[in-house]
């Protein structure tokens, strides 16, 4: 039998990546929250659908606050899903506001 060697969490200075990485983590992270806050995705690590609009809101204008800043750095493609992301969340909150 082989041992096993436990696999400690290696620490990652996000702070050392590259400010469009980070900006496009940060419109990744916002958005799965806007799905979560419009009630169209569950809640990691539960069965729970919390909808609060007012969250869902502030994080889609940040989102379009960051897809605005970042166009200009990005190839036509990204700039093309970067949009589409951005409507498909605003169109979904218009539909359930």
């Not at 800043?69 to 493609?77: N, T």
């Amino acid at each position: 039998m082989e041992d096993e060697k436990e696999e400690k969490p290696v620490a990652f200075d996000i702070a050392s990546l590259d400010t469009q990485v980070l900006l496009k983590l940060f419109i990744d992270i916002l958005s799965v929250k806007a799905w979560q806050h419009m009630g169209l995705r569950v809640k990691p690590g539960t069965d729970k659908i919390e909808k609060d609009l007012g969250q869902a809101k502030l994080e889609i204008d940040c989102v379009n606050f960051l897809v605005d800043k970042l166009e200009p750095h990005v190839k036509e493609e990204e700039k093309k899903s970067l949009r589409s992301l951005l409507t498909d969340l605003q169109i979904n909150f218009a539909r359930l506001s």
